[in-house]
């Protein structure tokens, strides 16, 4: 019998203080695997996130190149 080698990868994709942190522990106890570089804890959540520090950073820096951040009300002007 040949060996599945075939993997699923979950991507979990919400607005902040929309629960994708708690969405992806939750993957995470039925058996998915957690991305490798995990945010660590902030005063808005004592016990840390469960999301990609890298991928949050590589958004951060497309926020930062269009003059935005994940705090900004403004759209993004891409023109």
Do not use: C
Not at 23 to 45: D, F, K, Q, V
Not at 53 to 62: L, V
Request: net charge negative; charged share 20%; no cysteine.
């Amino acid at each position: 019998m040949a060996k599945n080698t075939k993997r699923t990868a979950v991507l979990v994709l919400g607005m902040h203080r929309s629960g994708t942190s708690a969405l992806t522990r939750a993957l995470n106890i039925a058996g998915y695997a957690l991305p490798e570089s995990l945010m660590g804890a902030s005063e808005g959540n004592e016990t840390g996130h469960w999301e990609s520090a890298n991928i949050a950073a590589f958004n951060d820096g497309i926020l930062q190149e269009l003059g935005l951040s994940w705090r900004s009300w403004e759209p993004a002007n891409i023109d």
